[in-house]
C-alpha cells in the first residue's frame, strides 16, 4: 500500500506482544518463528494458534492477519523453495489447502479466497526462509475506509473466536465438512 510520502498511521494493539517478544521480553529474530509451531504441544496449540499438525504440514492463524481468518499453510520443514519441497509435503498441503479453503467458506462464510505464496524476500516474503501459504478469507464490500484513507487493518473479530469457529473442521468431526 502506497503511503504517499507519508508514515502509515499506527494503532497500538498491545495483545500481540507476545508473539513479538519471547518470555524473556527480548526479541528472538534469530530463531524461525513457524519453525516454533512445529515444536509445539497440542495443549499449545489455541494460544499460538495452531489448527493442526499433521505428519508433513502445520495449518495456523497468522499471527498478522491481513483479516479476520487469516490463514497459514506450512511445511513442518524449514525450506524457503516450493521446489525443494518433498512430493508428500505437496500433496499433503494440497489437500490441507482445500480443507483450509472449506472451513473458511463453512466456518466463516467467506465469500472468496486469496491464496498467496510469496517465495524469496524479493517476492515479498516476511519469512523467506520457511515457505508458507496465505489464505486470506474475503466477502464483498470488506474493504472499509480504514486501509484505504487511515493506511490502517481493522480486524472485525477476536482471534480467538475465529479459532473457535475453524478448528471443528480441522479434526476428525469436520471430516465429512
Known amino acids: 500500500m502506497a503511503t504517499r510520502g507519508r508514515s502509515p498511521r499506527l494503532l497500538r494493539a498491545p495483545w500481540r506482544s507476545p508473539y513479538v517478544r519471547g518470555q524473556t521480553g527480548e526479541r528472538h529474530e534469530e530463531t524461525c518463528g513457524l519453525c516454533a509451531l512445529a515444536a509445539l504441544e497440542p495443549a499449545q496449540f489455541r494460544d499460538a494458534g495452531v489448527l493442526v499438525q499433521s505428519q508433513q504440514c502445520i495449518v495456523a492463524l497468522n499471527r498478522y492477519p ?13 525450506l524457503g523453495r516450493f521446489q525443494d519441497l518433498p512430493e508428500a509435503c505437496r500433496q499433503e498441503m494440497d489437500a490441507w489447502m482445500v480443507r483450509a479453503m472449506n472451513a473458511l467458506e463453512g466456518g466463516l462464510g467467506s ?12 517476492a515479498g516474503a516476511g519469512i523467506a526462509d520457511h515457505l508458507h501459504w496465505h489464505l486470506v478469507p474475503r466477502w464483498e464490500g470488506d474493504h472499509n475506509f480504514m486501509p484505504v484513507l487511515g493506511e490502517t487493518f481493522v480486524l472485525p473479530e477476536d482471534p480467538a473466536r475465529t479459532f473457535d469457529d475453524l478448528v471443528p473442521w480441522f479434526t476428525a468431526e469436520g471430516e465429512d465438512s
Open 66 to 78: 491481513y483479516q479476520a481468518g487469516h490463514l497459514l499453510i506450512l511445511p513442518r520443514k524449514h
Open 111 to 122: 465469500q472468496g479466497i486469496n491464496v498467496g505464496l510469496n517465495q524469496g524476500r524479493a
